[in-house]
């Protein structure tokens, strides 16, 4: 198969060429991480107009660079939800104009279905597994007894781990988006302060980081007011060794509990230098390979869409020209 994938869901306007699932022949991202800095997050309306400057530019760029044309085509993929509702259509009606002016099958993906098979684009995924997608906007254990099949066994409650990276990054006047620069400073500090680690009831395998996120902002508030010399990457540590350990543990009993083999990380957060390391750890201790995307295929990208295309395509799955965008799409 050959799949022309495109991917609008949030800030990046991308589209890819995918051959037999696995095989990246081209993969084209306009990112516009540049424009919503200057506010400090991203902003739907910006987004959605710089995706209608985009999309044509890029999807012509990744045809080019595959070497094919439409006519070589096996199917076009678009990411239908979950996502910005104005972002995810303007992907949305570039894939229908393909389909409909090429007669081609138009097959929708979800886009944590996307992070996850990223995986598959560089290893050899066995299932059943567990995944852990860790992103802006979602934080999910999900088990996979076989392919394509998706079954939800804890999220967050309140914030995503990547929003909470992104609103402590902002308090510690770091710029968007907050998780490298977080990751990087956290390098240089040490995790000398106590944060909360939210483990909630025993055997939940639910996440929560409000509760650590105001502990951060309370204590910068704190030593502001009484002129108390903080350092910012002790801060920057302390706050990512809460995160790591909770996720790393939570995992790891889920792992135990599903009796799975493989470990897979998936998402932004997945690119945490930090959090790789200690899964990685964790894992090889009991006896799991764990398998992390390389750093270009753990923010979005159109690639992970068309790995998750292949699969979703194999299935049968089929939308018509009336597909909508789903801005609060379950994973199923
Ligand atoms: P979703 O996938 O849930 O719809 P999204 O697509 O906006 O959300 P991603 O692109 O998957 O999110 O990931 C972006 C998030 O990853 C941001 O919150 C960003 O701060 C975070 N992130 C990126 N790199 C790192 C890093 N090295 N350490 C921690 N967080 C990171
Ligand atoms: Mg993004
Ligand atoms: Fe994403």
């Given at each position: 198969?050959?799949?022309?994938?495109?991917?609008?869901?949030?800030?990046?306007?991308?589209?890819a060429?995918?051959?037999?699932?696995?095989y990246?022949?081209?993969?084209?991202v306009?990112?516009?991480?540049?424009?919503?800095?200057?506010?400090?997050?991203?902003?739907?309306e910006?987004?959605?107009r710089q995706?209608?400057?985009q999309?044509?530019?890029?999807m012509e760029?990744?045809?080019?660079?595959?070497?094919?044309?439409?006519?070589?085509?096996?199917?076009?993929?678009?990411?239908e939800?979950?996502?910005?509702?104005?972002?995810?259509?303007?992907?949305?009606n570039?894939?229908?104009?393909?389909?409909?002016?090429?007669s081609?099958?138009?097959?929708p993906?979800?886009?944590l279905?996307g992070?996850?098979y990223a995986?598959?684009?560089?290893h050899?995924?066995k299932?059943?597994?567990l995944s852990l997608?860790?992103?802006?906007?979602?934080t999910?254990?999900v088990?996979?007894?076989?392919?394509?099949?998706?079954?939800?066994?804890?999220e967050?409650?309140?914030?995503?781990?990547?929003?909470?990276?992104?609103?402590?990054?902002r308090?510690?006047?770091?710029?968007?988006?907050g998780?490298?620069?977080?990751?990087?400073?956290?390098?240089?500090?040490?995790?000398?302060?106590?944060?909360?680690?939210?483990?909630?009831?025993?055997?939940?395998?639910?996440f929560?980081?409000?509760g650590?996120?105001?502990?951060?902002?309370?204590t910068l508030h704190?030593?502001?007011q009484?002129?108390?010399?903080l350092?910012r990457?002790?801060?920057?540590?302390?706050?990512?060794?809460?995160?790591?350990d909770?996720?790393?543990?939570?995992?790891?009993?889920?792992?135990?509990?599903?009796?799975v083999?493989?470990?897979?990380?998936?998402?932004?957060?997945?690119a945490?230098?930090?959090?790789?390391?200690?899964?990685?750890?964790?894992m090889?201790a009991e006896?799991r390979?764990?398998?992390v995307?390389?750093?270009?295929?753990?923010?979005?990208?159109?690639?992970?869409?068309?790995?998750?295309?292949?699969v979703?395509?194999?299935?049968?799955?089929?939308?018509?020209?009336?597909?909508?965008?789903?801005?609060?799409?379950?994973?199923?």
């Amino acid at each position: 198969t050959l799949i022309l994938a495109i991917e609008t869901s949030c800030d990046e306007t991308a589209a890819a060429v995918i051959e037999n699932g696995r095989y990246v022949r081209a993969n084209a991202v306009a990112s516009q991480i540049e424009t919503h800095k200057l506010y400090g997050g991203v902003v739907p309306e910006i987004a959605s107009r710089q995706h209608v400057e985009q999309m044509t530019i890029v999807m012509e760029k990744a045809m080019r660079e595959a070497g094919v044309t439409f006519q070589d085509l096996t199917a076009v993929a678009v990411t239908e939800g979950p996502g910005l509702v104005g972002a995810l259509l303007v992907g949305v009606n570039a894939a229908k104009a393909v389909a409909y002016a090429h007669s081609l099958p138009l097959v929708p993906v979800h886009h944590l279905a996307g992070h996850i098979y990223a995986n598959r684009l560089v290893h050899d995924v066995k299932y059943p597994l567990l995944s852990l997608i860790v992103s802006g906007g979602h934080t999910e254990l999900v088990y996979m007894p076989e392919e394509g099949v998706y079954e939800l066994i804890g999220e967050t409650r309140d914030d995503a781990v990547g929003e909470a990276y992104d609103k402590v990054a902002r308090t510690l006047g770091l710029p968007y988006p907050g998780g490298p620069a977080v990751d990087q400073l956290a390098q240089t500090g040490e995790a000398s302060l106590e944060f909360p680690r939210a483990w909630l009831e025993e055997g939940s395998y639910d996440f929560s980081f409000s509760g650590l996120k105001s502990s951060v902002l309370n204590t910068l508030h704190n030593a502001t007011q009484r002129n108390v010399e903080l350092a910012r990457e002790d801060v920057a540590c302390s706050f990512q060794a809460s995160v790591v350990d909770v996720l790393v543990t939570k995992t790891a009993a889920a792992a135990k509990a599903y009796d799975v083999e493989q470990v897979l990380l998936a998402g932004g957060v997945a690119a945490n230098q930090t959090l790789r390391e200690a899964m990685e750890t964790k894992m090889a201790a009991e006896g799991r390979q764990l398998l992390v995307p390389p750093l270009w295929l753990c923010t979005d990208n159109a690639a992970m869409i068309g790995a998750a295309a292949d699969v979703a395509y194999r299935s049968g799955a089929r939308a018509d020209l009336d597909l909508n965008a789903k801005p609060g799409l379950a994973l199923k």
